[in-house]
């Protein structure tokens, strides 16, 4: 197969396999993979209950980027993280704050007491139901974006032979029933379809490079054939597209005389 532009074809690959990542900094594919804005602003209803509260968890903190970014915070403010090459960047981050940065695994109960939290929020990051609702006050609230299980699965259709979905069944409406189940009320729910653009393969190979889960077992090694055949594509019609999949729950939970 001829490659368009050999040269660029390499320098780009290259680039992104050494490109650095921390935390859950996507800056470097500003301008290289372009997403449209989900309809709600996750920052913007996180920071209008944060106003109103004693006390906040940030689920899968990150970096902490997301939470700092939300100061001035409650007094008593804590973030989790299970990522091991997060935990010190997140407390660098995040302890001239205040915040204390609980190291977990995933599968772990969380390390608070019943009823601890007026305001739990989390972007992206997974959750067991009944552990949010046992450290939320009563009356307290969930604020979670989550990423849907056929999130950018063009990628997957484009690279995999054997196309697969195994999130298939993770979306709104099957974490609204974890969410009834476990004893709280949704006060509001709203999902999107975000076309994002992919306007180079070096974008392509960060991003899949990042997100391991979403073609498991790539390497531009490995898939070297198909990126050459994507990266001809992309500088034909300047661009790859695939569609982002977000929802947004608030939900809260009910009060003791409720």
Same mark, same amino acid.
């Given at each position: 197969?001829?490659?368009?532009?050999?040269?660029?074809?390499?320098?780009?690959?290259?680039?992104?396999?050494?490109?650095?990542?921390?935390?859950?900094?996507?800056?470097?594919?500003?301008?290289?993979?372009?997403?449209?804005?989900? %309809?709600?602003?996750?920052?913007? !209803? *996180?920071?209008?209950?944060? &106003?109103?509260?004693? +006390?906040? @968890? /940030?689920?899968?903190?990150?970096?902490?980027?997301?939470?700092?970014?939300?100061?001035?915070?409650?007094?008593?403010?804590?973030?989790?993280?299970?990522?091991?090459?997060?935990?010190?960047?997140?407390?660098?981050?995040?302890?001239?704050?205040?915040?204390?940065?609980?190291?977990?695994?995933?599968?772990?109960?969380?390390?608070?007491?019943?009823?601890?939290?007026?305001?739990?929020?989390?972007?992206?990051?997974?959750?067991?139901?009944?552990?949010?609702?046992?450290?939320?006050?009563?009356?307290?609230?969930?604020?979670?974006?989550?990423?849907?299980?056929?999130?950018?699965?063009?990628?997957?259709?484009?690279?995999?032979?054997?196309?697969?979905? %195994?999130?298939?069944?993770?979306? !709104? *409406?099957?974490?609204?029933? &974890?969410?009834?189940? +476990?004893? @709280? /009320?949704?006060?509001?729910?709203?999902?999107?379809?975000?076309?994002?653009?992919?306007?180079?393969?070096?974008?392509?190979?960060?991003?899949?490079?990042?997100?391991?889960?979403?073609?498991?077992?790539?390497?531009?090694?490995?898939?070297?054939?198909?990126?050459?055949?994507?990266?001809?594509?992309?500088?034909?019609?300047?661009?790859?597209?695939?569609?982002?999949?977000?929802?947004?729950?608030?939900?809260?939970?009910?009060?003791?005389?409720?």
């Amino acid at each position: 197969m001829e490659i368009i532009n050999p040269k660029r074809f390499r320098e780009l690959v290259k680039e992104a396999q050494e490109a650095a990542f921390s935390g859950w900094d996507f800056r470097w594919l500003d301008e290289r993979m372009v997403q449209e804005d989900t %309809p709600w602003d996750y920052l913007e !209803l *996180a920071m209008e209950h944060i &106003s109103e509260v004693q +006390s906040l @968890l /940030d689920m899968g903190t990150g970096g902490g980027e997301i939470l700092a970014s939300l100061a001035p915070l409650p007094l008593d403010t804590h973030a989790t993280e299970a990522y091991p090459p997060n935990h010190q960047l997140a407390r660098e981050r995040l302890a001239p704050l205040g915040v204390e940065v609980h190291d977990i695994e995933e599968s772990d109960p969380l390390p608070f007491t019943d009823s601890h939290f007026d305001l739990v929020i989390n972007r992206h990051d997974s959750f067991d139901p009944k552990e949010l609702h046992r450290v939320l006050k009563p009356g307290g609230i969930f604020i979670t974006q989550q990423v849907g299980g056929l999130n950018n699965l063009e990628l997957n259709q484009y690279f995999e032979k054997n196309f697969s979905a %195994p999130f298939m069944d993770w979306g !709104l *409406a099957p974490t609204l029933t &974890s969410l009834y189940e +476990s004893g @709280l /009320d949704v006060i509001r729910a709203d999902k999107a379809a975000l076309r994002t653009t992919f306007k180079d393969i070096g974008a392509v190979v960060y991003y899949l490079k990042v997100i391991t889960w979403q073609v498991v077992g790539f390497t531009p090694e490995a898939f070297q054939e198909r990126l050459a055949e994507l990266h001809n594509i992309i500088e034909r019609q300047g661009e790859f597209i695939s569609i982002a999949h977000r929802f947004l729950i608030i939900a809260q939970k009910k009060t003791e005389n409720t």
